[in-house]
């Protein structure tokens, strides 16, 4: 069975950091583009982050370049999202994701992800 799960979320306040990671199991994602989006309470689901399968090309969401890096390791088949500076408006369900097309295109929208994990909760309180 496929699993992609998340963990590192947790309650932080303003200005600072979480680590978030996403292991998979159940076949390897290597080869393949993986992202992270988070859905805060009333609003749709929004990328955050993709990265390419070897590492070399990251893609960032303007709310959060600067603040975030994306990060894999693929002997661990585990990608990360460090998250600094962390805003109230940050707060919301991270979910991980991985694109199994071998797009070399890190795309933005979660209709292009094939599998997801069941989300991580980040709250950053003021």
């Known amino acids: 069975q496929v699993q992609l799960v998340e963990s590192g979320g947790g309650l932080v306040q303003a200005g600072g950091s979480l680590r978030l990671s996403c292991a998979a199991s159940?076949?390897?994602?290597?080869?393949?583009?993986r992202g992270w989006f988070r859905q805060a309470p009333g609003k749709e689901r929004e990328f955050v982050a993709a990265i390419s399968w070897s590492g070399g090309s990251t893609r960032y969401a303007d709310s959060v370049k600067g603040r975030f890096t994306i990060s894999r390791d693929n002997a661990k088949n585990t990608v990360y999202l460090q998250m600094n500076s962390l805003k109230p408006e940050d707060t919301a369900l991270y979910y991980c994701?991985?694109?199994?097309?071998?797009?070399?295109?890190?795309?933005?929208?979660?209709?292009?992800?094939?599998?997801w994990g069941q989300g991580t909760q980040v709250t950053v309180s003021s």
């Open positions: 994701a991985a694109d199994l097309s071998r797009t070399t295109v890190l795309r933005t929208s979660q209709g292009e992800y094939d599998y």
């Open positions: 159940g076949r390897t994602f290597s080869s393949y583009v």
